[in-house]
């Protein structure tokens, strides 16, 4: 088993990301296997889509490193680096390319989303960007991709091309590409704003009440869920009672993906309470969940030898297990290429 995902180096951290995604791929990391392998990366190519700044994407990449390290992904157990260290996947685009069609990209809803009306002044980068996310798995001979619903698309996408160039210069008994499976976690926590229980916690947001950072202390935190829109009702004590209150859901949602609770059962405990009882009760929760990742996150993010470091271990790991598959591919296509 091959695990490979990737994430775009954001800067700025916060609960949504980590309940969303960071957590999941330290458990994963956690429950492989002797001879199977997890591979995350800084997706710093992706990001270059649309309009950044550079500097900035410097200093994201080695902060979201830093985080990636303080939720738990263990440099030594699994292969942490950033694409722009590994030219084989800008690479393996390319010769992907030739396999992708207009119309497969087209139908991407992220590219309609992304782009907007005004397709004819995004990047190329930003069209062909699925075709780099095919790339950053098939390099690896990844068996299984974590997806969100926002992603399955993306990865039924990299089956597609990994099927047409298998079946186009390939023997159906030595095929370059292994087609990767989806994990859907059972669970995948969806954070909305603490300002709004309709729009997802956003780093892009103004009002940094929206959000719980990585970066915030004990008193930040307890404040901000303590100043959470709310309503004037109390907790229900079923799930059904939440249907049409999204800040009383979010907050709700909150406590059971850090407890590990059902919403079931937190509301069988608070249901029928006020926030003035159960907000105190999320706080001390939300402190002590993310305290030592916080203080382990403080403690990385400046010390960027040490980031660095880490990057380039992952990137020499990664470059090693990239090659087999990008040489493949070249000899599969006819190209002659100086190994």
């Known amino acids: 088993m091959r695990v490979v995902s990737g994430i775009q180096p954001t800067g700025n951290l916060h609960l949504g990301n980590y309940l969303g995604a960071i957590r999941n791929w330290a458990a994963m990391q956690d ?18 889509s649309q309009p950044h700044d550079p500097a900035g994407l410097k ?4 902060e979201m490193t830093a985080a990636l390290v303080a ?13 722009a260290q590994v030219p084989q996947h800008a690479e393996l685009q390319w010769l992907l390319n030739g ?8 139908r991407m809803t992220q590219w309609k989303d992304k782009a907007g009306k005004n397709r004819e002044g995004q990047s190329v980068a930003l069209f062909t960007y699925p075709v780099l996310q095919a790339a950053d798995v098939l390099l690896y001979q990844a068996t299984h991709v974590p997806v969100g619903e926002d992603q399955k698309q993306h990865l039924e996408l990299a089956r597609d091309i990994a099927q047409k160039f298998n079946n186009d210069f390939a023997s159906e008994d030595a095929p370059v590409f292994t087609l990767p499976d989806p994990i859907i976690p059972a ?5 909305m704003s603490l300002r709004d229980g309709s729009a997802k916690m956003s780093k892009s947001d103004p009002s940094d009440m929206s ?23 109390p907790l229900p004590s079923e799930e059904a009672g939440l249907a049409d209150r999204p800040e009383a859901r979010n907050l709700v949602g909150i406590y059971a993906a850090l407890s590990g609770e059902p919403v079931a059962a937190v509301l069988a405990q608070y249901g029928g309470q006020g926030f003035g009882g159960f907000k105190p009760a999320l706080a001390d929760l939300l402190v002590a969940a993310l305290g030592p990742i916080r203080d382990r996150f403080v403690a990385l993010k400046d010390d960027s030898e040490a980031l ?15 090659t087999p598959t990008l040489n493949a591919a070249y000899q599969a296509l006819g190209l002659v290429r100086h190994q």
């Not at 200093?59 to 080695?62: M, S």
């Open 31 to 48: 429950a492989m296997d002797e001879g199977s392998e997890a591979l995350f990366f800084l997706a710093d190519l992706h990001a270059i």
């Open 59 to 62: 200093a994201a990449t080695l």
């Open 71 to 83: 939720c738990g992904i263990d440099p030594d157990r699994s292969v942490l680096f950033n694409q």
């Open 99 to 106: 396999t992708a069609r207009m119309g497969w990209l087209n």
């Open 187 to 191: 669970e995948a926590a969806r954070i």
């Open 211 to 233: 959000r719980i950072n990585l970066s915030d202390d004990a008193d930040t935190m307890a404040q901000k869920i303590k100043k959470a829109k709310t309503d004037p009702e």
């Open 308 to 322: 660095d470091a880490i990057l380039a271990r992952g990137a020499a790991k990664a470059r090693e297990r990239g």
